[in-house]
């Protein structure tokens, strides 16, 4: 075992360069590389601190993403090889596994914290730090670095749906905004981007860090952290198999001044159970923005898996009452895996489906919770074996909102031209015209009843001032272990009824010198 010292020089490693058992020495280690690590791994660098960045999934670029194909990307960069679901199997939840994690295959759609959410925060959580002035920066510097913009393109025929069929409704819908350079509308953003255009952090702030001499070690799962008399001693971590969750035997321990855990919602906090750090509500609020879609046909072809996946929004109906939950609106790309998950059937009638995709455009509806009383989402626990396991109850308020959200897709539909909006229950419910509707009302909704997905998650390590109802304060320190932060999406006491990466990206710049200043 080598002997623990500084860092030399900067470098991406991935599991061929680990051959043997290895400990190391640094200022900060960062667990994760997604949009909250990798923004404070480079914070950290260009400070000048040693800092050592793990993630568990492989390094993956562009010549990967070349291959444009959904059979070796689901399974390298998504979570559990894309099929990570609540426990009760009712809700499938979409979350990057790889170097960049969520930002390399999300749909690159961008929104800063609503000043709405941030005084919900303040009045209802206590969190004081964080308001819409002192986060402005921050977005204007991430903005800047990631060439976060409006999309100046031409919605595709699918997002093209979303925006004449609101617009005949009179409701609000915009052109959403996008971290890319030099977008070529490939529409395979989902698998990462082939031709690098989009700003995801393995292109930059995670370079970034390495210029200046962060270590980035992919292939490495942190198994545990170390705690003793409060204070974390050492990362045990493990490599693996890239691509795989197979260990490949050989050891790497990290010992930090200080650690920054940014694995993720679920992950992050499944980590701190697996670590054995108890203290406020670990893994509870956990927040997933549940999805339902409602699939339109068109007579003419929409290729939905050609063209930029997100361009066009709607937020018309994310106040809905004070007892209801609100939602907004998006589309979801329709490339053929990921409709053959979404679409409902099996056999003739999979296959009836799956010929009319040329023509489906796919209107997803993202119910906003964490909101009313008593909405406290879902929690994260550990298996006996130390997996993973997700509850999420489905509440007769966003049991209630499925039922909303689905007629206001169908009208969208139908309203943009569509012959036939359909939904995705067993067997479907077709609404070719506005009397049909009705039938919405016989149908039942809620877990099993139809698919419900998630690609946004949220929560399970909340900020706050109290110890007993919040994991870390009002500057991400966890509370009882006074060298550790956690800083990535699951520090949001609510969701976000936005995309949440440009918020964890903002927040985390936000918080660099927080962290910066402990060490």
Same mark, same amino acid.
């Given at each position: 075992?080598s002997?623990?010292g500084?860092?030399?020089?900067?470098? %991406?490693?991935? $599991?061929?360069?680990?051959?043997?058992?290895?400990?190391?020495?640094?200022?900060a280690?960062?667990?994760?590389?997604?949009?909250?690590g $990798?923004?404070v791994?480079?914070g950290?660098?260009?400070?000048?601190?040693?800092?050592v960045?793990?993630? *568990?999934?492989?390094?993956?670029?562009a010549?990967?993403f +070349?291959?444009?194909? *959904?059979?070796?990307s689901?399974?390298?960069?998504y979570?559990?090889?894309? !099929?990570?679901?609540?426990?009760d199997?009712?809700?499938?939840?979409l979350?990057?596994?790889?170097?960049?994690g969520? !930002?390399?295959i999300?749909?690159?759609?961008?929104?800063? !914290?609503?000043?709405a959410?941030i005084?919900h925060?303040?009045?209802?959580?206590?969190?004081? #730090?964080?308001?819409? #002035?002192?986060? =402005?920066?921050?977005?204007?510097?991430v *903005?800047?670095? &990631?060439?976060?913009?409006?999309?100046t393109?031409?919605?595709?025929?699918?997002?093209?749906? &979303?925006?004449?069929?609101?617009?005949?409704?009179g409701?609000d819908?915009?052109?959403?905004?996008?971290?890319?350079?030099?977008?070529?509308?490939?529409?395979?953003c989902?698998?990462?981007?082939?031709y690098?255009?989009?700003?995801?952090m393995h292109? !930059?702030? &995670?370079?970034d860090?390495?210029?200046?001499? +962060?270590?980035v070690?992919?292939?490495?799962?942190?198994?545990r952290i170390?705690?003793?008399?409060?204070?974390?001693?050492?990362?045990?971590?493990?490599?693996?198999?890239?691509g795989?969750?197979?260990?490949?035997?050989?050891?790497?321990?990290?010992?930090?001044?200080?650690?920054v855990l940014?694995?993720? =919602?679920?992950?992050?906090?499944?980590?701190?159970?697996?670590?054995?750090i108890?203290?406020?509500?670990?893994?509870?609020r956990?927040?997933?923005?549940?999805?339902?879609?409602?699939?339109?046909r068109?007579?003419?072809?929409?290729?939905?898996?050609?063209?930029?996946?997100?361009?066009?929004?709607?937020?018309?109906?994310?106040? /809905?009452?004070?007892?209801e939950?609100?939602?907004?609106?998006?589309?979801?790309?329709?490339?053929?895996?990921l409709?053959?998950?979404? &679409?409902?059937?099996?056999?003739?009638?999979?296959?009836?489906?799956? +010929?009319?995709?040329?023509?489906? @455009?796919?209107?997803?509806?993202?119910?906003?919770?964490? %909101?009313?009383?008593?909405?406290?989402?879902?929690?994260?626990?550990?298996?006996?074996?130390?997996?993973? /396991?997700l509850?999420?109850?489905?509440?007769?308020?966003l049991?209630?909102?499925?039922?909303?959200?689905?007629?206001?897709l169908?009208?969208?539909?139908?309203?943009?031209?569509?012959?036939?909006?359909?939904?995705?229950?067993?067997? /479907?419910?077709e609404?070719?015209?506005?009397?049909?509707?009705?039938?919405?009302?016989r149908?039942?909704?809620?877990?099993h +009843?139809h698919p419900?997905?998630?690609?946004h998650?949220?929560?399970?390590?909340a900020?706050?001032?109290?110890?007993?109802?919040?994991?870390?304060?009002?500057?991400?320190?966890?509370?009882?272990?006074?060298?550790?932060?956690?800083?990535?999406?699951?520090?949001?006491?609510?969701?976000?009824?936005?995309?949440?990466?440009e918020?964890?990206?903002?927040? @985390?710049?936000?918080?660099v *010198?927080?962290v $910066?200043?402990?060490?």
């Open positions: 075992m002997v623990p500084r860092l030399a020089r900067g470098a %991406f490693l991935g $599991a061929g360069d680990l051959q043997r058992d290895r400990e190391l020495a640094c200022d280690v960062v667990i994760g590389s997604g949009a909250g $990798a923004v791994a480079a950290l660098a260009e400070r000048g601190l040693s800092v960045v793990l993630e *568990e999934g492989p390094h993956a670029t010549a990967d +070349a291959r444009r194909d *959904e059979r070796w689901t399974p390298h960069l979570q559990e090889s894309g !099929t990570r679901s609540s426990a199997l009712a809700i499938t939840v979350q990057g596994r790889s170097v960049g969520g !930002t390399t999300n749909w690159t759609t961008c929104y800063r !914290t609503p000043d959410v005084e925060w303040r009045t209802v959580h206590g969190i004081d #730090a964080l308001t819409s #002035a002192v986060l =402005a920066p921050h977005f204007d510097a *903005e800047e670095r &990631l060439g976060i913009a409006p999309w393109g031409a919605p595709n025929a699918n997002n093209r749906t &979303l925006l004449d069929g609101a617009r005949a409704l409701l819908v915009a052109i959403v905004r996008r971290n890319v350079r030099g977008c070529v509308d490939s529409g395979y989902g698998f990462g981007c082939p690098d255009a989009k700003q995801a292109r !930059t702030y &995670l370079p860090a390495v210029e200046q001499g +962060a270590i070690h992919a292939d490495v799962r942190a198994e170390v705690v003793e008399r409060d204070r974390v001693v050492r990362i045990d971590a493990a490599g693996v198999v890239s795989t969750d197979r260990p490949t035997g050989v050891r790497l321990t990290v010992r930090p001044r200080l650690a940014s694995a993720g =919602a679920i992950n992050s906090p499944a980590l701190l159970l697996r670590s054995g108890a203290g406020g509500p670990v893994g509870r956990t927040f997933l923005h549940p999805v339902i879609v409602v699939a339109g068109y007579p003419q072809r929409v290729e939905g898996w050609v063209g930029a996946p997100q361009s066009v929004a709607a937020h018309h109906h994310l106040r /809905r009452g004070p007892d939950v609100g939602f907004f609106l998006e589309l979801a790309p329709v490339h053929p895996m409709a053959a998950v979404a &679409l409902p059937g099996i056999g003739t009638a999979k296959a009836e489906a799956m +010929a009319e995709l040329p023509h489906i @455009a796919a209107t997803i509806a993202l119910h906003v919770d964490g %909101f009313l009383p008593g909405d406290d989402g879902g929690a994260v626990s550990l298996r006996s074996d130390g997996r993973v /396991r509850d999420y109850p489905i509440r007769p308020a049991a209630r909102a499925f039922r909303a959200s689905h007629e206001v169908a009208r969208i539909h139908l309203a943009a031209g569509a012959d036939l909006a359909a939904t995705s229950h067993t067997p /479907r419910l609404i070719r015209r506005e009397a049909d509707l009705v039938a919405l009302d149908a039942a909704y809620g877990a +009843a419900i997905f998630t690609a998650q949220m929560g399970g390590c900020m706050g001032p109290n110890p007993e109802t919040s994991v870390v304060d009002g500057h991400l320190r966890h509370h009882r272990v006074p060298n550790l932060f956690v800083v990535d999406g699951s520090v949001f006491p609510t969701s976000l009824g936005v995309n949440p990466m918020s964890i990206l903002g927040v @985390a710049h936000w918080a *010198e927080r $910066a200043a402990a060490i």
